[in-house]
């Protein structure tokens, strides 16, 4: 189970199930994990299938189906090419982009439990008179100023920025 191999933290859950839906391939869900099911080894990680919602953990519930809802409404998270934008151990996080057609999909991940502040050039993005992105998981907005996106992001977040 994803919740126990992640020490029960349910916000690396959620970023691992963001990465998954963000990068190339398919995601895969194991049946329960969408609503914090918990299980060690081998049968526990089998266990069934709590149908009483008052055990669900709700919230990481909606939150994957926000996921699943967005990936099917972006295509370039889907079938775009994958781009590297950038990478920083240091401070721990990743941006890279997918993009179809005119359709692109900035990604921005903070894998760390710090509010960091990241500046990501946006060139070759198609977006030369584009002035703003928006965040469509959370509708929130973000300039981009001299080629240049500036965003200070929570711990253990991430960012799908679409043209807005």
Known sequence: RML???NGKKEL??????????????????????IG??????????????WDETKWDNDLRDYTKDLISWRKR???LRRGDYKRIAVNNDLRYYAFSRTIGDETVLVVMNSSDKL???VLPVTGLGWEQVHTLKDVLSGTRYAIKDQQLEITLEPWAGLWLTRS
């Open 4 to 6: 126990n191999k992640l």
């Open 13 to 34: 859950v959620r970023m691992a199930n963001f990465f998954q839906f963000s990068y190339p391939g398919a995601p895969a869900i194991y049946y329960g994990d969408e």
């Open 37 to 50: 099911i918990d299980g060690g080894k081998d049968p526990e990680n089998r266990k069934a299938f709590p």
């Open 74 to 76: 972006l295509t370039a």
């Open 116 to 118: 960091i502040r990241i």
